[in-house]
């Protein structure tokens, strides 16, 4: 019956939040110095709780590689003398839910369960977070498993040119880590290594905190105080070193198999908290985040077939993350693909966007916007990111109407100043040895 129940809310929790509803943030910071974000909803006997520390693939080396990934998944496997079947039967006998996520900024882990069964899924999940015991037998066989996966993704045209394309934006940053690792690198760590990166990145002083729900603020009080008082009382993360701007184009073929090309360019773009965000954000829609209405799928999807699928986006980590370009096409058609993405991308920067264009983009942004905010689960997220990144904690209901502020000229003027082709990074997997970048 609480397995049932549970799935129940599950279905309910879209409804939690109406189209037009205000979302009051409470924040504090605990007494060790974990930052705290709370949204108060009693609608559902549901809690929904996140944990995220700055222990992203950017905080390993060359030589560590997959060491800051393997850290976050090898603490499900095996806490305070609980293996992995233990703690995978403690939460689903009460029906509830063990998340997480992982980038190249954080890691992190969720926490969804009904109010009556809290005490004892908060247990559960305090102990992994505060006792994990990296078994050295689990150890061995996860890297197994990775690396068998890591030699299957060298076949992949998807994870090589990823893989290519982060290491032609970032050289020799952090930013250009496989999360994944290599196999060299996976097949040196040893437990202790996991322990050390434990203590150093999941300190309490670095970590935020989220939770909304079911609870009062003075229950949120005693769960994050919780939480906070078990994790490592070590020193607060250093900053992730600045991200250099691409001087010159580069561009790698690398031949493979497959019949289709897989092709990405771009150049690191922007950080989140950007003054340009929002100009940024709306002016992609229109050039190739907007799917099907874009500029890029209308020119060189609808208007001449040459690919299967394009895109572009920005995503704005802690120093610039990637401004990405991607696309697939037949082989025999990669040059010309490639050729128009680059003018329509050009063209784009240069001579700007139309009022309708912007109208149209607005009107699907907004439109689209109560649909990210519609359940406990979706607004957990952002708490999450508002508390890593410190952005306002108006952030969620700010965000319409600073999309509705920008104008053409801001559009025209930021990419003209943040997006430059002729420095472009291109990856293509797959081309014909002809295949050029321009």
Do not use: C
């Not at 910071?29 to 995220?52: C, K, M, W």
């Not at 060491?67 to 992995?84: K, N, S, V």
């Not at 050390?196 to 909304?212: E, M």
């Not at 907007?290 to 690919?307: H, I």
């Amino acid at each position: 019956m609480k397995k049932l129940q549970f799935v129940f809310t599950l279905i309910l929790s879209l409804l939690v939040f109406s189209a037009n509803a205000a979302v009051k943030i409470n924040h504090w910071q605990t007494a060790t110095g974990a930052r705290v974000y709370f949204v108060e909803n009693h609608d559902l006997p549901i809690v929904d709780v996140s944990v995220s520390f700055p222990a992203g693939s950017s905080r390993d080396t060359a030589a560590t590689s997959g060491l800051a990934g393997i850290t976050r998944y090898m603490m499900t496997l095996g806490a305070a003398g609980m293996d992995e079947e233990v703690i995978t039967n403690q939460f689903a006998d009460i029906g509830a839910q063990l998340g997480g996520d992982f980038d190249m900024d954080k890691a992190g882990f969720k926490l969804r369960t009904l109010t009556s069964e809290q005490g004892k899924a908060l247990d559960t999940f305090q102990k992994i977070l505060h006792h994990p015991d990296f078994p050295s037998a689990v150890l061995a066989r996860e890297k197994t498993r990775i690396i068998s996966g890591l030699r299957e993704s060298e076949t992949q045209p998807e994870s090589i040119s990823n893989k290519a394309f982060m290491k032609a934006l970032y050289g020799t940053h952090p930013y250009s880590l496989d999360d994944s690792g290599e196999v060299d690198t996976v097949s040196q760590i040893k437990t202790e290594d996991l322990r050390q990166f434990y203590q150093t990145y999941y300190s309490a002083k670095s970590a935020v905190i989220a939770l909304i729900g079911d609870m009062t603020e003075s229950q949120a009080h005693a769960i994050a105080d919780s939480i906070s008082a078990g994790l490592p009382q070590t020193p607060a993360f250093s900053k992730i070193m600045p991200v250099e701007s691409l001087v010159r184009a580069s561009v790698m073929n690398i031949s493979h198999p497959a019949t289709q090309a897989h092709i990405l360019l771009g150049q690191p773009g922007i950080k989140r908290g950007d003054p340009d965000y929002f100009p940024l954000y709306v002016g992609n829609y229109i050039l190739g985040g907007g799917g099907f209405v874009s500029r890029l799928t209308e020119e060189v999807r609808e208007k001449r077939g040459l690919v299967y699928s394009v895109y572009s986006y920005f995503m704005p980590m802690s120093e610039n993350g990637p401004f990405q370009i991607g696309l697939q096409t037949k082989k025999e058609q990669a040059n010309d693909a490639l050729k128009l993405v680059n003018e329509t991308v050009a063209t784009f920067v240069s001579k700007g966007v139309t009022e309708k264009e912007l109208r149209a983009a607005k009107d699907n942004i907004i439109g689209g916007f109560p649909m990210r905010i519609d359940s406990n689960s979706k607004i957990l997220d952002y708490l999450g990111v508002i508390g890593f990144y410190q952005l306002p904690l108006t952030y969620l209901d700010d965000f319409n109407r600073e999309i509705n502020k920008v104008t053409v000229p801001q559009i025209n003027d930021a990419f003209k100043r943040r997006v430059n082709p002729a420095n472009f990074a291109t990856v293509i997997v797959g081309a014909d040895s002809n295949t050029q970048s321009k």
